[in-house]
Nanobody, 122 residues
Framework: QVQLVESGGGLVQSGGSLTLSCVAP????????VGWFRQAPAHEREFVAA???????NYADAVEGRFTIFKDNSEKTVYLQLNSLRPEDTAVYYC????????????????WGRGTQVTVST
């Protein structure tokens, strides 16, 4: 079991940017892939982006070109850079981890954080 903690959410105007962070207290993400999912009210949790253990990235069509997932050199933090935000990006954003990782399928991710709220105003 891997504990995950997200941070960086907040309220931003349409067109603005945010950077979300995901850490695993007491360990690094070595050999782990990390994914970001989001869930809006009355919607299913959906895939946003993922980075595999060796750095391959994968994005949902809805965020391709606007969001970027990356990790720091120490592999202690994985970031999700959100640019050109739209009201439809409003959701709770969850970090997930899996051995090697990279999948866009929710059920492939056994470890989850509690989420961070992102709200985009018009």
């Amino acid at each position: 079991q891997v504990q995950l903690v997200e941070s960086g959410g907040g309220l931003v105007q349409s067109g603005g940017s945010l950077t979300l962070s995901c850490v695993a207290p007491g360990r690094t993400f070595t050999n782990l892939g990390v994914g970001w999912f989001r869930q809006a009210p009355a919607h299913e949790r959906e895939f946003v982006a993922a980075i595999s253990w060796h750095g391959n990235t994968n994005y949902a069509d809805a965020v391709e070109g606007r969001f970027t997932i990356f990790k720091d050199n120490s592999e202690k933090t994985v970031y999700l850079q959100l640019n050109s935000l739209r009201p439809e990006d409003t959701a709770v954003y969850y970090c997930a981890a899996a051995l090697f990782g990279g999948s866009a399928v929710r059920n492939d991710w056994p470890n989850w954080g509690r989420g961070t709220q992102v709200t985009v105003s018009t």
